[in-house]
T-cell receptor, first 111, second 114 residues
Framework: DGGITQSPKYLFRKEGQNVTLSCEQNLNHDAMYWYRQDPGQGLRLIYYSQIVNDFQKGDIAEGYSVSREKKESFPLTVTSAQKNPTAFYLC??????????FGPGTRLTVL | GENVEQHPSTLSVQEGDSAVIKCTYSDSASNYFPWYKQELGKRPQLIIDIRSNVGEKKDQRIAVTLNKTAKHFSLHITETQPEDSAVYFCAASGVGTGGFKTIFGAGTRLFVKA
């Protein structure tokens, strides 16, 4: 299961706070992705990055921000503008092939 | 926009029976179709995939079929076992204006009763 890690595993946020979720990979992959998963639902794309210093909005980018300053790292910030942030967040990376490799996820709960 | 529909949302089978999950996609540019298995609280893991130039692929008890004309693809699990119980996601991937993207179905929760 190594290669792509996320931290923390559990995160609690008070309303009005910004929080940042970490995603790191040592697979030398160019592309990285952030997904949100709600109970009983599939994965929805928040942001993705095909290469360092470049990223694109996914289907549900509002209230989130990302950066891609290093190839290994793709942190996601959940801002106070995200009205319903409680969810399971999954990061993934992809190399030259099509297969995506997922991190273990971060479960974010708003108190 | 592009979407992937997946059915059924829940599937319950007896151990040893077969399970079939079906998906349809809308984006004609999709050319890669992975299937992921996700156990409770864990990360999705790829179990099988198929590319658009192939109609069928099999790996032991798991097989996937693709009908590109109809934009349908299906997962078949034979001789199901209790450890097959999980949520299964289909997905459709391809290169669009923003680069390579994957759209996931909503998932099928499979219960295999011993």
């Amino acid at each position: 299961d190594g290669g792509i890690t996320q931290s923390p595993k559990y995160l609690f946020r008070k309303e009005g706070q910004n929080v940042t979720l970490s995603c790191e990979q040592n697979l030398n992959h160019d592309a990285m992705y952030w997904y949100r998963q709600d109970p009983g639902q599939g994965l929805r794309l928040i942001y993705y990055s095909q290469i360092v210093n470049d990223f694109q909005k996914g289907d549900i980018a509002e209230g989130y921000s990302v950066s891609r300053e290093k190839k290994e790292s793709f942190p996601l910030t959940v801002t106070s503008a995200q009205k319903n942030p409680t969810a399971f967040y999954l990061c993934a990376s992809r190399g030259l092939a099509e297969e995506q490799f997922f991190g273990p996820g971060t479960r974010l709960t708003v108190l | 926009g592009e979407n992937v529909e997946q059915h059924p949302s829940t599937l319950s089978v007896q151990e040893g029976d077969s399970a079939v999950i079906k998906c349809t996609y809308s984006d004609s540019a999709s050319n890669y179709f992975p299937w992921y298995k996700q156990e409770l609280g864990k990360r999705p893991q790829l179990i099988i995939d198929i590319r658009s130039n192939v109609g069928e692929k099999k790996d032991q008890r798991i097989a996937v079929t693709l009908n590109k004309t109809a934009k349908h693809f299906s997962l078949h699990i034979t001789e199901t076992q209790p450890e097959d119980s999980a949520v299964y996601f289909c997905a459709a991937s391809g290169v669009g204006t923003g680069g390579f993207k994957t759209i996931f179905g909503a998932g099928t929760r499979l219960f295999v009763k011993a």
